[in-house]
């Protein structure tokens, strides 16, 4: 990469900085309830754009930011109605890596909504993209899928990285890891390099620091139902343990099960991985309470403030939560790239 010229912004007086980082403007897709949105709004990014095909996700999105959000698929939307913009964000969805990295694959149902994320960047050129996904992402097809997901936005005219990030290791109470591929748009000459961890295992967010309080929230923190024999199973399973604790020649015992199931907090320690949907057991229980998590208490161990609302029924609330990024945990990653776009100008 060639020494980029020194910025123009080191030049220019503090109010006029302040405007130009004031004016960052975001456009977001597959945004979902706006977990990596209101990192990067709280950071002073201006949300012009987002999109999404979930409606219960829409409401929240519009409940919390504006009705900027469009709801539909990104495949009917064309590239004109999408604003200019100097981000773009979004988790394109989980799919079947092992067919992304060839070209029949690209032109599936689910090969085209990640090749919408390419199309939109190519029609956009925003200086930067962050695009979120899971960790897996990295291991599918022996590597080969994320491979390719480079290659497309490099051929795309962007130097294209792929993070693997712990979310705890950014303030979010939950070990959550996630990959983030950040691409720069070439002609800025720039590298953006991931911000340094603000925490580590000696300083992580505990559920209980995270929880504190919780109970007084008037919003998404309704109790679900739950079965007598449930609570058989908690009252069986320490805090920080799951089924496997129950013993086996108990009449509570149940095998054959992934490890996210009956699983209970630990105060002392952040969250497991929250996760969006299924049942069996899968809803994430308290430390010392023999019940189910509620929505506001999954809501803090993402690190959402408690005056954003989430809309829609219990199960739908779940399947946004699970399914965003911890806006605590983005945040200083957005910081870290307002900062960069201050220095490329």
Not at 34 to 55: C, M, P, R, S, T
Not at 161 to 181: D, K, M, S, W
């Amino acid at each position: 990469m060639p020494v980029a010229s020194p910025p123009k912004i080191q030049t220019t007086s503090r109010s006029e900085v302040k405007k130009k980082v004031a004016s960052l403007k975001v456009a977001s897709l597959f945004s979902g309830s706006g977990g990596i949105d209101l990192g990067f709004k709280q950071e002073g990014f201006e949300l012009v754009w987002a999109n999404d095909l979930n409606h219960w996700a829409c409401e929240t999105f519009k409940k919390n930011f504006g009705n900027h959000i469009v709801e539909g698929s990104i495949v009917d939307i064309s590239d004109d109605q999408i604003p200019e913009c100097d981000v773009v964000l979004g988790g394109f969805p989980c799919q079947d890596f092992s067919v992304i990295w060839k070209r029949m694959g690209l032109k599936t149902e689910r090969g085209n909504l990640y090749r919408q994320f390419v199309r939109i960047v190519v029609a956009k050129q925003p200086k930067i993209f962050v695009a979120e996904n899971v960790k897996g992402l990295l291991s599918a097809n022996k590597g080969m899928a994320v491979e390719q997901i480079k290659k497309d936005f490099a051929e795309a005219g962007y130097s294209v990285r792929a993070h693997l990030i712990n979310f705890a290791n950014y303030g979010a109470p939950q070990l959550r890891e996630r990959v983030l591929i950040i691409g720069v748009r070439n002609d800025l000459e720039r590298d953006f390099e991931m911000p340094r961890s603000t925490h580590d295992p000696n300083t992580y967010i505990t559920a209980k620091e995270a929880l504190r309080g919780v109970k007084s929230v008037p919003f998404n923190n309704e109790h679900q139902k739950i079965y007598p024999g449930t609570v058989a199973k908690l009252r069986l399973i320490p805090p920080g343990g799951n089924f496997m604790n129950i013993p086996k020649k108990s009449p509570h015992y149940v095998k054959g099960l992934i490890s996210h199931v009956y699983r209970r907090l630990h105060p002392d320690k952040p969250s497991t991985t929250i996760i969006a949907g299924g049942g069996g057991g899968t809803w994430g229980y308290h430390y010392f309470e023999l019940r189910p998590l509620t929505n506001r208490e999954r809501a803090r161990l993402f690190g959402y403030p408690d005056n954003f609302v989430f809309e829609g029924s219990i199960t739908e609330v779940r399947r946004q939560i699970g399914n965003s990024v911890p806006p605590i945990g983005i945040r200083p990653i957005a910081k870290a790239i307002k900062e960069f776009l201050k220095l490329v100008g």
